[in-house]
Protein backbone atom coordinates (compact mmCIF):
# COMPACT_ATOMS: atom_id res chain seq x y z
CA UNK A 1 0.00 0.00 0.00
CA UNK A 2 1.72 3.46 -1.40
CA UNK A 3 1.00 6.61 1.00
CA UNK A 4 -1.16 8.91 -0.48
CA UNK A 5 1.65 12.00 -0.82
CA UNK A 6 4.11 9.04 -1.60
CA UNK A 7 7.21 10.41 -4.00
CA UNK A 8 8.98 7.54 -4.17
CA UNK A 9 6.75 4.66 -6.10
CA UNK A 10 9.60 2.06 -6.75
CA UNK A 11 12.83 -0.28 -4.98
CA UNK A 12 15.40 -1.78 -6.71
CA UNK A 13 15.74 -5.48 -5.06
CA UNK A 14 19.13 -7.40 -4.80
CA UNK A 15 18.63 -8.98 -8.27
CA UNK A 16 18.07 -6.05 -10.18
CA UNK A 17 14.27 -6.16 -10.51
CA UNK A 18 12.31 -3.16 -9.45
CA UNK A 19 9.56 -3.40 -7.49
CA UNK A 20 6.42 -1.25 -6.13
CA UNK A 21 7.40 0.45 -2.51
CA UNK A 22 4.90 -1.14 -0.03
CA UNK A 23 4.27 0.42 2.90
CA UNK A 24 2.62 -3.04 4.40
CA UNK A 25 5.85 -5.06 3.68
CA UNK A 26 7.87 -2.65 5.43
CA UNK A 27 5.07 -3.02 8.26
CA UNK A 28 5.35 -6.64 8.10
CA UNK A 29 9.09 -6.59 8.64
CA UNK A 30 8.77 -4.20 11.67
CA UNK A 31 6.34 -6.48 13.47
CA UNK A 32 8.21 -9.68 12.80
CA UNK A 33 11.48 -7.96 14.48
CA UNK A 34 9.29 -6.43 17.43
CA UNK A 35 7.66 -10.20 18.06
CA UNK A 36 10.90 -11.68 18.02
CA UNK A 37 11.94 -9.96 21.09
CA UNK A 38 8.02 -9.82 23.12
CA UNK A 39 5.98 -7.44 20.92
CA UNK A 40 2.57 -8.03 19.93
CA UNK A 41 1.37 -4.06 18.37
CA UNK A 42 0.89 -4.34 14.48
CA UNK A 43 -0.58 -0.33 15.02
CA UNK A 44 2.94 0.89 15.80
CA UNK A 45 4.59 -1.75 13.10
CA UNK A 46 2.14 0.53 11.05
CA UNK A 47 3.08 3.79 12.23
CA UNK A 48 6.54 3.40 12.29
CA UNK A 49 6.50 2.21 8.57
CA UNK A 50 4.42 5.17 7.61
CA UNK A 51 7.62 7.15 9.21
CA UNK A 52 9.47 4.92 7.52
CA UNK A 53 8.04 6.06 3.86
CA UNK A 54 8.22 9.43 5.10
CA UNK A 55 11.85 9.89 5.82
CA UNK A 56 12.61 7.92 2.35
CA UNK A 57 10.59 10.55 0.42
CA UNK A 58 12.76 13.24 2.36
CA UNK A 59 15.96 11.74 1.66
CA UNK A 60 15.25 11.10 -1.84
CA UNK A 61 14.04 13.17 -4.99
CA UNK A 62 10.81 11.85 -6.80
CA UNK A 63 13.29 10.39 -10.02
CA UNK A 64 15.19 8.37 -7.29
CA UNK A 65 14.87 4.60 -7.16
CA UNK A 66 16.78 3.45 -3.56
CA UNK A 67 18.01 0.01 -3.16
CA UNK A 68 16.33 -2.70 -0.84
CA UNK A 69 19.48 -2.23 1.46
CA UNK A 70 18.76 1.88 1.40
CA UNK A 71 15.05 1.39 2.64
CA UNK A 72 16.30 -1.32 5.36
CA UNK A 73 18.60 1.51 6.53
CA UNK A 74 15.39 4.08 6.96
CA UNK A 75 14.06 1.45 8.88
CA UNK A 76 16.91 1.14 11.49
CA UNK A 77 16.81 4.97 12.06
CA UNK A 78 13.82 5.19 12.22
CA UNK A 79 13.23 2.40 14.64
CA UNK A 80 16.33 3.92 17.13
CA UNK A 81 15.16 7.17 17.08
CA UNK A 82 11.78 6.18 18.17
CA UNK A 83 13.00 4.18 21.35
CA UNK A 84 12.60 0.54 20.03
CA UNK A 85 16.32 -0.19 20.52
CA UNK A 86 15.10 -4.03 21.15
CA UNK A 87 13.04 -4.23 18.07
CA UNK A 88 15.87 -2.25 15.76
CA UNK A 89 18.48 -4.77 17.60
CA UNK A 90 16.63 -7.69 16.13
CA UNK A 91 15.97 -6.25 13.01
CA UNK A 92 19.77 -5.65 12.31
CA UNK A 93 20.39 -9.16 13.62
CA UNK A 94 17.43 -10.62 11.04
CA UNK A 95 19.12 -9.04 8.31
CA UNK A 96 22.19 -9.86 8.82
CA UNK A 97 21.09 -13.39 9.20
CA UNK A 98 19.21 -13.28 6.08
CA UNK A 99 22.74 -11.49 4.25
CA UNK A 100 24.85 -14.77 5.12
CA UNK A 101 22.09 -17.08 4.42
CA UNK A 102 22.44 -15.17 0.58
CA UNK A 103 26.27 -15.41 0.73
CA UNK A 104 25.96 -19.35 0.60
CA UNK A 105 23.75 -19.40 -1.61
CA UNK A 106 25.50 -17.56 -4.14
CA UNK A 107 28.38 -19.23 -2.83
CA UNK A 108 28.28 -22.77 -2.79
CA UNK A 109 25.08 -23.55 -4.80
CA UNK A 110 24.46 -22.65 -7.83
CA UNK A 111 22.10 -24.95 -9.62
CA UNK A 112 19.61 -24.39 -12.59
CA UNK A 113 16.80 -26.43 -11.86
CA UNK A 114 18.22 -29.88 -10.60
CA UNK A 115 21.46 -29.52 -12.57
CA UNK A 116 24.35 -27.60 -10.21
CA UNK A 117 26.42 -26.13 -13.40
CA UNK A 118 28.47 -24.36 -11.33
CA UNK A 119 29.93 -27.09 -9.81
CA UNK A 120 29.97 -29.43 -12.80
CA UNK A 121 32.15 -26.47 -14.64
CA UNK A 122 34.40 -26.49 -11.90
CA UNK A 123 35.28 -30.30 -11.53
CA UNK A 124 35.12 -30.67 -15.47
CA UNK A 125 38.22 -27.85 -15.35
CA UNK A 126 39.85 -30.02 -12.55
CA UNK A 127 40.03 -32.82 -14.31
CA UNK A 128 40.93 -31.11 -17.36
CA UNK A 129 43.53 -29.61 -16.30
CA UNK A 130 45.04 -32.92 -14.77
CA UNK A 131 44.30 -34.97 -17.77
CA UNK A 132 41.53 -37.28 -16.31
CA UNK A 133 38.59 -35.58 -18.12
CA UNK A 134 38.36 -38.62 -20.38
CA UNK A 135 38.93 -42.17 -20.25
CA UNK A 136 42.02 -42.49 -22.46
CA UNK A 137 43.21 -39.52 -20.38
CA UNK A 138 42.66 -41.27 -17.22
CA UNK A 139 44.24 -44.73 -18.84
CA UNK A 140 47.33 -42.56 -19.11
CA UNK A 141 47.81 -41.61 -15.67
CA UNK A 142 46.91 -45.70 -14.91
CA UNK A 143 50.29 -46.49 -16.99
CA UNK A 144 52.61 -43.67 -16.38
CA UNK A 145 53.06 -44.30 -13.20
CA UNK A 146 51.67 -41.02 -12.45
CA UNK A 147 48.05 -42.61 -10.88
CA UNK A 148 48.97 -42.23 -7.00
CA UNK A 149 49.91 -38.42 -7.63
CA UNK A 150 46.43 -38.13 -8.98
CA UNK A 151 45.02 -39.82 -5.83
CA UNK A 152 46.91 -37.29 -3.76
CA UNK A 153 45.47 -33.98 -5.80
CA UNK A 154 42.21 -35.54 -5.77
CA UNK A 155 42.12 -35.96 -1.99
CA UNK A 156 43.85 -32.83 -1.44
CA UNK A 157 41.15 -30.59 -3.22
CA UNK A 158 37.99 -32.50 -1.78
CA UNK A 159 39.53 -31.78 1.71
CA UNK A 160 39.99 -27.95 0.56
CA UNK A 161 35.98 -27.76 -0.22
CA UNK A 162 35.06 -29.53 2.88
CA UNK A 163 37.24 -26.78 4.39
CA UNK A 164 35.60 -23.75 2.54
CA UNK A 165 32.29 -25.31 3.69
CA UNK A 166 33.28 -25.29 7.38
CA UNK A 167 34.52 -21.80 7.09
CA UNK A 168 31.38 -20.67 6.21
CA UNK A 169 29.30 -22.31 8.62
CA UNK A 170 31.75 -20.89 11.25
CA UNK A 171 31.29 -17.54 10.29
CA UNK A 172 30.32 -14.93 13.33
CA UNK A 173 26.63 -16.38 13.02
CA UNK A 174 25.01 -17.78 16.27
CA UNK A 175 22.00 -18.76 13.90
CA UNK A 176 23.05 -21.93 12.93
CA UNK A 177 22.58 -24.62 15.55
CA UNK A 178 22.18 -27.61 12.91
CA UNK A 179 24.24 -28.62 10.18
CA UNK A 180 22.96 -31.25 7.64
CA UNK A 181 24.61 -33.17 5.61
CA UNK A 182 22.70 -34.72 2.77
CA UNK A 183 23.05 -36.92 -0.23
CA UNK A 184 21.82 -39.76 -2.25
CA UNK A 185 23.21 -43.63 -1.18
CA UNK A 186 26.86 -44.09 -1.44
CA UNK A 187 27.58 -40.65 -2.17
CA UNK A 188 29.91 -40.69 0.80
CA UNK A 189 28.08 -38.57 3.50
CA UNK A 190 29.89 -40.59 6.46
CA UNK A 191 33.31 -39.52 5.35
CA UNK A 192 32.07 -36.48 5.11
CA UNK A 193 30.36 -35.44 8.06
CA UNK A 194 33.81 -36.97 9.86
CA UNK A 195 36.19 -34.67 7.89
CA UNK A 196 33.64 -31.80 8.45
CA UNK A 197 33.63 -32.58 11.89
CA UNK A 198 36.93 -32.01 12.10
CA UNK A 199 36.92 -28.75 10.27
CA UNK A 200 34.76 -26.99 12.40
CA UNK A 201 36.51 -28.05 15.53
CA UNK A 202 40.03 -26.16 13.82
CA UNK A 203 37.49 -23.31 13.87
CA UNK A 204 36.83 -23.20 17.90
CA UNK A 205 32.84 -24.22 16.77
CA UNK A 206 31.99 -26.97 18.84
CA UNK A 207 30.10 -29.66 16.52
CA UNK A 208 28.14 -32.82 18.35
CA UNK A 209 27.09 -35.60 15.53
CA UNK A 210 24.02 -37.49 15.64
CA UNK A 211 22.79 -40.45 13.11
CA UNK A 212 19.09 -40.42 12.56
CA UNK A 213 19.63 -43.62 11.07
CA UNK A 214 18.18 -44.49 14.42
CA UNK A 215 14.96 -43.45 13.77
CA UNK A 216 13.55 -46.25 11.54
CA UNK A 217 10.50 -47.40 11.61
CA UNK A 218 10.14 -51.07 13.05
CA UNK A 219 10.53 -53.40 9.30
CA UNK A 220 7.00 -54.56 9.37
CA UNK A 221 6.07 -50.91 8.96
CA UNK A 222 7.76 -51.03 5.67
CA UNK A 223 6.06 -51.58 1.84
CA UNK A 224 7.22 -54.91 0.46
CA UNK A 225 7.42 -54.64 -3.60
CA UNK A 226 6.84 -57.86 -5.53
CA UNK A 227 10.24 -59.14 -4.98
CA UNK A 228 10.31 -58.82 -1.26
CA UNK A 229 12.55 -56.08 -1.23
CA UNK A 230 11.80 -53.29 1.79
CA UNK A 231 12.11 -50.08 1.28
CA UNK A 232 14.34 -48.22 3.57
CA UNK A 233 14.92 -45.07 0.44
CA UNK A 234 11.64 -43.45 1.80
CA UNK A 235 11.54 -40.22 4.24
CA UNK A 236 8.56 -42.10 5.27
CA UNK A 237 9.99 -44.85 6.41
CA UNK A 238 11.68 -42.58 9.35
CA UNK A 239 9.52 -41.38 12.58
CA UNK A 240 9.47 -38.05 10.60
CA UNK A 241 7.62 -37.28 14.22
CA UNK A 242 9.93 -38.24 16.65
CA UNK A 243 12.91 -36.60 14.68
CA UNK A 244 11.42 -33.41 14.98
CA UNK A 245 10.12 -33.67 18.60
CA UNK A 246 13.56 -34.63 19.34
CA UNK A 247 15.80 -31.83 17.47
CA UNK A 248 13.61 -29.45 18.76
CA UNK A 249 14.08 -30.42 22.34
CA UNK A 250 17.92 -31.07 21.41
CA UNK A 251 18.14 -27.38 20.03
CA UNK A 252 16.05 -25.83 23.66
CA UNK A 253 18.41 -27.65 25.74
CA UNK A 254 16.81 -30.37 26.82
CA UNK A 255 17.75 -34.03 27.33
CA UNK A 256 16.31 -36.37 24.24
CA UNK A 257 16.17 -40.39 24.43
CA UNK A 258 17.28 -41.36 20.85
CA UNK A 259 15.76 -45.18 19.78
CA UNK A 260 18.39 -47.47 19.38
CA UNK A 261 17.56 -49.09 15.67
CA UNK A 262 18.74 -53.02 15.23
CA UNK A 263 19.28 -53.54 11.43
CA UNK A 264 19.65 -57.56 12.09
CA UNK A 265 16.29 -58.04 13.11
CA UNK A 266 14.35 -54.22 11.84
CA UNK A 267 13.17 -53.34 15.06
CA UNK A 268 13.80 -50.49 17.72
CA UNK A 269 15.44 -51.86 20.89
CA UNK A 270 13.88 -51.17 24.09
CA UNK A 271 16.89 -49.34 24.94
CA UNK A 272 17.62 -45.96 24.55
CA UNK A 273 20.42 -43.32 24.89
CA UNK A 274 19.81 -39.36 26.41
CA UNK A 275 21.33 -36.89 24.66
CA UNK A 276 22.54 -33.04 25.51
CA UNK A 277 23.79 -30.29 23.71
CA UNK A 278 25.40 -28.00 25.84
CA UNK A 279 26.06 -24.30 25.43
CA UNK A 280 27.31 -23.40 22.12
CA UNK A 281 26.71 -26.73 20.58
CA UNK A 282 26.14 -27.53 17.08
CA UNK A 283 24.19 -30.28 16.31
CA UNK A 284 25.27 -32.31 12.84
CA UNK A 285 23.86 -34.81 11.48
CA UNK A 286 23.47 -36.71 7.82
CA UNK A 287 21.08 -38.33 5.82
CA UNK A 288 19.67 -39.00 2.77
CA UNK A 289 16.66 -37.09 2.88
CA UNK A 290 18.32 -33.61 4.85
CA UNK A 291 17.28 -31.62 2.03
CA UNK A 292 13.62 -32.72 2.68
CA UNK A 293 12.11 -30.07 4.81
CA UNK A 294 9.71 -32.29 6.16
CA UNK A 295 12.68 -34.30 8.19
CA UNK A 296 13.96 -30.81 10.01
CA UNK A 297 10.52 -28.67 9.86
CA UNK A 298 10.41 -27.98 13.37
CA UNK A 299 13.98 -25.82 13.26
CA UNK A 300 13.75 -22.09 11.35
CA UNK A 301 15.39 -22.70 7.95
CA UNK A 302 18.44 -19.47 9.40
CA UNK A 303 19.23 -22.19 12.08
CA UNK A 304 19.99 -24.64 8.90
CA UNK A 305 23.21 -25.58 6.90
CA UNK A 306 22.68 -27.75 4.16
CA UNK A 307 25.28 -29.02 2.34
CA UNK A 308 24.53 -31.18 -0.23
CA UNK A 309 27.18 -34.28 -1.94
CA UNK A 310 27.03 -35.80 -4.77
CA UNK A 311 28.89 -37.91 -7.51
CA UNK A 312 29.39 -35.12 -9.76
CA UNK A 313 31.69 -37.11 -12.26
CA UNK A 314 32.76 -35.09 -15.51
CA UNK A 315 34.98 -38.02 -17.07
CA UNK A 316 33.73 -39.07 -20.98
CA UNK A 317 34.71 -42.26 -22.92
CA UNK A 318 36.27 -41.89 -27.06
CA UNK A 319 32.38 -41.97 -28.12
CA UNK A 320 32.15 -38.47 -25.72
CA UNK A 321 29.11 -40.69 -23.03
CA UNK A 322 29.96 -39.35 -19.43
CA UNK A 323 29.99 -41.84 -16.41
CA UNK A 324 26.73 -41.37 -14.94
CA UNK A 325 26.57 -40.41 -11.07
CA UNK A 326 24.28 -42.84 -10.15
CA UNK A 327 26.14 -45.65 -12.04
CA UNK A 328 29.21 -44.51 -9.70
CA UNK A 329 27.23 -44.74 -6.28
CA UNK A 330 25.41 -47.74 -7.16
CA UNK A 331 29.46 -49.56 -7.73
CA UNK A 332 30.32 -48.41 -4.48
CA UNK A 333 27.66 -49.53 -2.30
CA UNK A 334 27.87 -52.93 -4.40
CA UNK A 335 31.10 -52.84 -2.55
CA UNK A 336 30.14 -51.67 0.50
CA UNK A 337 27.02 -53.97 1.50
CA UNK A 338 29.60 -57.00 0.44
CA UNK A 339 32.55 -56.13 3.01
CA UNK A 340 29.85 -54.62 5.77
CA UNK A 341 26.43 -55.85 5.18
CA UNK A 342 26.99 -59.58 3.99
CA UNK A 343 25.06 -58.30 0.70
CA UNK A 344 26.17 -59.56 -2.64
CA UNK A 345 26.44 -57.95 -5.45
CA UNK A 346 23.46 -59.10 -6.81
CA UNK A 347 20.54 -57.91 -4.51
CA UNK A 348 22.45 -54.57 -4.38
CA UNK A 349 21.78 -54.51 -8.02
CA UNK A 350 18.39 -55.68 -8.18
CA UNK A 351 17.41 -53.61 -4.99
CA UNK A 352 18.83 -50.56 -6.99
CA UNK A 353 15.32 -49.58 -8.73
CA UNK A 354 14.19 -48.56 -4.87
CA UNK A 355 17.52 -45.96 -4.25
CA UNK A 356 16.47 -44.36 -7.83
CA UNK A 357 13.46 -43.97 -7.46
CA UNK A 358 13.66 -42.31 -4.11
CA UNK A 359 16.15 -39.96 -4.91
CA UNK A 360 14.14 -38.78 -8.06
CA UNK A 361 11.27 -38.26 -5.91
CA UNK A 362 12.87 -37.13 -2.23
CA UNK A 363 16.64 -35.68 -3.07
CA UNK A 364 17.08 -34.27 -6.39
CA UNK A 365 14.77 -32.21 -6.53
CA UNK A 366 15.70 -30.75 -3.24
CA UNK A 367 19.12 -29.47 -4.69
CA UNK A 368 18.14 -25.63 -4.57
CA UNK A 369 17.69 -26.00 -1.02
CA UNK A 370 21.19 -26.62 -0.46
CA UNK A 371 23.41 -24.12 1.20
CA UNK A 372 26.81 -25.52 -0.19
CA UNK A 373 27.20 -28.79 -2.90
CA UNK A 374 30.27 -30.61 -2.86
CA UNK A 375 31.89 -32.74 -5.35
CA UNK A 376 31.91 -36.40 -3.89
CA UNK A 377 33.36 -37.89 -7.31
CA UNK A 378 36.92 -38.86 -7.43
CA UNK A 379 38.46 -38.63 -10.33
CA UNK A 380 40.66 -41.91 -9.69
CA UNK A 381 38.17 -44.20 -8.36
CA UNK A 382 36.30 -46.24 -11.50
CA UNK A 383 40.02 -47.88 -11.67
CA UNK A 384 39.76 -49.53 -8.80
CA UNK A 385 36.40 -49.67 -8.52
CA UNK A 386 36.71 -52.09 -11.41
CA UNK A 387 39.23 -54.71 -9.86
CA UNK A 388 35.80 -55.07 -7.46
CA UNK A 389 32.93 -55.67 -9.68
CA UNK A 390 33.72 -56.11 -13.27
CA UNK A 391 33.77 -59.79 -13.08
CA UNK A 392 29.88 -59.79 -12.23
CA UNK A 393 28.51 -57.79 -15.27
CA UNK A 394 28.75 -60.55 -17.50
CA UNK A 395 26.95 -63.00 -15.00
CA UNK A 396 24.19 -59.84 -15.19
CA UNK A 397 23.47 -59.16 -18.25
CA UNK A 398 23.05 -62.86 -19.16
CA UNK A 399 20.71 -63.71 -16.02
CA UNK A 400 18.83 -60.62 -16.61
CA UNK A 401 18.51 -60.55 -20.23
CA UNK A 402 15.04 -62.75 -20.73
CA UNK A 403 13.72 -61.31 -17.35
CA UNK A 404 11.00 -58.72 -18.20
CA UNK A 405 10.75 -58.05 -14.70
CA UNK A 406 14.19 -56.70 -14.41
CA UNK A 407 14.27 -54.49 -17.55
CA UNK A 408 15.95 -51.76 -15.46
CA UNK A 409 18.63 -54.15 -14.04
CA UNK A 410 19.76 -55.15 -17.30
CA UNK A 411 19.98 -51.92 -19.50
CA UNK A 412 21.85 -50.34 -16.03
CA UNK A 413 24.12 -53.32 -16.34
CA UNK A 414 24.98 -53.24 -19.83
CA UNK A 415 25.66 -49.72 -19.62
CA UNK A 416 27.98 -50.11 -17.09
CA UNK A 417 29.51 -53.24 -18.54
CA UNK A 418 30.27 -51.23 -21.46
CA UNK A 419 32.02 -48.30 -19.66
CA UNK A 420 34.04 -50.51 -17.60
CA UNK A 421 35.18 -52.17 -20.72
CA UNK A 422 37.11 -48.67 -21.27
CA UNK A 423 39.38 -48.10 -17.86
CA UNK A 424 42.60 -49.71 -17.24
CA UNK A 425 41.98 -51.21 -13.67
CA UNK A 426 44.12 -50.73 -10.63
CA UNK A 427 44.62 -53.57 -9.17
CA UNK A 428 46.96 -52.25 -5.82
CA UNK A 429 45.26 -49.56 -4.53
CA UNK A 430 47.69 -48.98 -1.15
CA UNK A 431 48.07 -45.53 -2.79
CA UNK A 432 44.58 -44.58 -1.48
CA UNK A 433 45.09 -42.97 2.21
CA UNK A 434 42.72 -44.32 4.82
CA UNK A 435 41.10 -41.22 4.77
CA UNK A 436 40.09 -41.04 1.84
CA UNK A 437 36.51 -40.95 0.78
CA UNK A 438 36.80 -44.03 -1.02
CA UNK A 439 37.86 -45.59 1.93
CA UNK A 440 34.18 -45.76 2.97
CA UNK A 441 33.22 -47.93 0.67
CA UNK A 442 36.38 -50.21 -0.42
CA UNK A 443 37.40 -50.45 3.25
CA UNK A 444 40.13 -49.76 5.33
CA UNK A 445 38.93 -46.13 6.21
CA UNK A 446 39.94 -44.55 9.99
CA UNK A 447 36.01 -43.13 9.86
CA UNK A 448 33.97 -46.19 9.53
Keep these: MMSPHQNITHIIKRHGEVVPLDRDKIANAIYKAAASVGGKDHQTATKLAGQVVDKINELYTPQATPSVEEIQDVVEKILIENGHARTAKAYILYRDQRSRLRRRKKAGAVTQGYIPYQVMWKVLLWNVMHGVDTVEGLNRRVKDGTFPQLVHDADAAFDAEIAKAAGDICEPDPSIQLVIVAGPSSSGKSTTMAKLITELRKRDCQPVPMSLDNYFFDLEMHPQDEFGDYDFETPEALDLDLINEHLSELLAGKTIAVPRYDFKTGRRQKKTDPMTLGPGHMLVVDSLHGLYEPLTRSIPHDRKFKLYIETISQLRDEKGRFARWTDIRMLRRM?????????????????????????????????????????????????????????????????????????????????????????????????????????EFIGGSVYV
Design 335 to 439: IRDHLHRSYDPWRTMGHWHYVRRSELKHIIPYINEADFILNGALPYELPILKKHLFEYFPGFIDHWKDDDRRQDALMRAQRIYQFLSTIEPVEDDSCVPRDSLLR
